[in-house]
C-alpha cells in the first residue's frame, strides 16, 4: 500500500494560518471519513491531533481543524505558535489494506 | 493516567529474532486494540500491527507478515511484538499506541530496535 501524499514542508509566520494536505485514492481518503492527524516533535512519540477527518480529542488546540473534499484531506493551523513546528502525519483507513495507510510527513517551519 | 511502557529493543543480528514488550497502566487494558507502529531512522512513520482487545484477530503490515506476531496477555496488562527473520529494514524505533478504533489515541516513548551485523 503506497503511502498518502503530503508537502514535504511547510512553513509560516507565528500568527499566520497553514494548510497541509493529504492526497490520496478513492480506495482511502476518497470514500471513507476515516483520517486522522498526529504531530511528532523531534524525539518524541506521536500525538493525536485530528481523528474521523474533523473531530478533536480533548486536550487538543481547536486552533487545530481538519477537512476533506474529494481525495483531499487537509488540516489548517490558525494562529501558528513557535510550539507548533513539529513534523506532521496523516493517516487514513484503506480498503487495500488490513492496516491505516501514513502520509509521508510534512515537517512545519514557524519563520 | 494512562502509560505505556515499551522495552526489549536493542541490536539484534540479521536473521534472529527478538521480543517487544508493552506494558500498559491507567486504564483497562483489555477493552482496547492495541497497535505497534514503527519508525525507521529519519524515516515516516508505519502501521505494524494490530491486536483486538481480546486477542482474537490480529492484522499486520506485508512487510512484517509471516515474521512478526503480535499478542497480548490481557492479565499481565502487556502488549507482545515478536519479530523473527529480521532484516536490515526493520531497524526503527517500535512504538506501541492505544486503540481508538482504528486510531492511536495514546502512544509509549518507543524501543529502538537495530539490525545489523
Known amino acids: 500500500q503506497s503511502a498518502l501524499t503530503q508537502p514535504a514542508s511547510v512553513s509560516g509566520s507565528p500568527g499566520q494560518s497553514i494548510t497541509i494536505t493529504c492526497t490520496g485514492t478513492?480506495?482511502?481518503?476518497?470514500?471513507?471519513?476515516?483520517v486522522s492527524w498526529y504531530q511528532q516533535h523531534p524525539g518524541r512519540a506521536p500525538k493525536l491531533m485530528i481523528y474521523?477527518?474533523?473531530n478533536r480529542p480533548s486536550g487538543v488546540s481547536s486552533r487545530f481543524s481538519g477537512s476533506k473534499s474529494g481525495n483531499t484531506a487537509s488540516l489548517i493551523i490558525s494562529g501558528l505558535q513557535a510550539e507548533d513546528e513539529a513534523d506532521y502525519y496523516c493517516?487514513?483507513?484503506?480498503?487495500?489494506?488490513?492496516?491505516?495507510?501514513f502520509g509521508t510527513g510534512t515537517k512545519v517551519t514557524v519563520l | 493516567q494512562v502509560q505505556l511502557v515499551e522495552s526489549g529493543g536493542g541490536v539484534v543480528q540479521p536473521g534472529r529474532s527478538l521480543r517487544l514488550s508493552c506494558a500498559a497502566s491507567?486504564?483497562?487494558?483489555?477493552?482496547?486494540?492495541m497497535h505497534w507502529v514503527r519508525q525507521a531512522p529519519g524515516k515516516g512513520l508505519q502501521w505494524v500491527a494490530f491486536?483486538?482487545?481480546?486477542?482474537?484477530?490480529?492484522y499486520y503490515a506485508d512487510s512484517v507478515k509471516g515474521r512478526f506476531t503480535v499478542s497480548r496477555d490481557n492479565s499481565k496488562n502487556t502488549l507482545y511484538l515478536q519479530m523473527n527473520n529480521q532484516r536490515a529494514e526493520d531497524t526503527a524505533v517500535y512504538y506501541c499506541?492505544?486503540?481508538?478504533?482504528?486510531?492511536?489515541?495514546?502512544w509509549g516513548q518507543g524501543t529502538l530496535v537495530t539490525v545489523s551485523s
Open positions: 499506541a492505544r486503540g481508538l478504533g482504528s486510531y492511536a489515541d495514546y
Open positions: 491507567g486504564f483497562t487494558f483489555s477493552s482496547y486494540g
Open positions: 491486536i483486538w482487545s481480546d486477542g482474537s484477530n490480529k
Open positions: 478513492t480506495s482511502d481518503i476518497g470514500d471513507y471519513n476515516y
Open positions: 474521523d477527518v474533523s
Open positions: 493517516s487514513s483507513y484503506t480498503s487495500a489494506s488490513p492496516l491505516d495507510v
